[in-house]
């Protein structure tokens, strides 16, 4: 058993069911799955992907587009897309051929990403749909098998997600609080200020008392003199 067995079977799931695909249009749709699948054939992956993204913006439960465009995103590697178009046709209300088609790709999509545990969920789901699926039972006992062999990388990893938004938390928090400690930093730089310009305004009433004082000071002592002048 190995990994590139459990891909070329993936290949060839999904190759049959697109031409499958086509006899479901004359039912549901839709020139953007036929020219999708054309795209799809060529190893347009780009083009496929808009075409099956328009049918699936016309009709979000269509089981083809979405299936579909998993296959697209799997040819690209970009495995977490695929998950999520794979999780969609396999809700859908479609015949148990086909959900098994979805969640035995789905199995194979968690099998790139070493998610034995998840694809082993994946490629059982499979087999209820398909009991004899052979290709199914053969990526089943390979995952089971690379998850007994490897348990604790499994923990390992989903640790290290766990981790990696831990940190991220951990960040956002840091910067919070260094934008905070900033923001603390400039009202009491605003706060001194405020002091300084009351102390001044404070100095300035005093002076202004004493000037006030001394000239009342002067004046009476003016006041007496002259008194003092009148009673002599």
């Known amino acids: ?34 020219e ?3 795209e799809f054939d060529n190893k347009n992956y780009t083009n496929a992907q808009v075409n099956y993204t328009t049918a ?8 083809v587009a979405n299936y579909n465009l998993g296959n697209t995103e799997f040819a690209q590697k970009k495995y977490e897309e695929a998950i999520k178009q794979y999780s969609n046709s396999s ?7 086909y959900l098994a088609k979805s969640n035995y790709n789905l199995g194979n999509t968690y099998m790139q990403q070493q998610k034995f545990k998840e694809a082993v969920a994946a490629y059982k789901k499979s087999l ?48 919070q609080n260094k934008q905070e400690n900033e923001n603390n930093k400039k009202e009491a ?13 404070l100095k300035a009433i005093e002076e202004g008392d ?17 008194k003092l002048e009148k009673d002599w």
């Open 36 to 38: 999708g699948n054309k």
């Open 91 to 97: 809700e859908q209300n479609v015949s148990a051929e």
């Open 189 to 201: 730089q605003n706060q001194q200020i405020s002091k300084q310009d009351a102390e001044r305004i």
């Open 128 to 175: 209820k749909y398909k009991p004899n699926d052979a290709d199914a039972k053969y990526n089943l006992s390979y995952a089971q098998k690379k998850l007994k062999e490897n348990p604790q990388d499994q923990e390992n990893k989903n640790k290290k997600q766990d981790k990696s938004e831990e940190d991220k938390n951990q960040e956002n928090k840091e910067n």
């Open 210 to 226: 004493k000037k006030v004082q001394q000239k009342l000071a002067k004046q009476k002592g003016k006041s007496t003199k002259k």
């Open 56 to 63: 699936i913006n016309q009709n979000p439960l269509s089981f």
């Open 1 to 34: 058993m190995n990994l590139k067995s459990i891909t070329v079977l993936f290949i060839s799931t999904f190759s049959i069911l697109l031409y499958l695909s086509s006899s479901l249009l004359a039912q549901t749709e839709n020139k953007h799955i036929r």
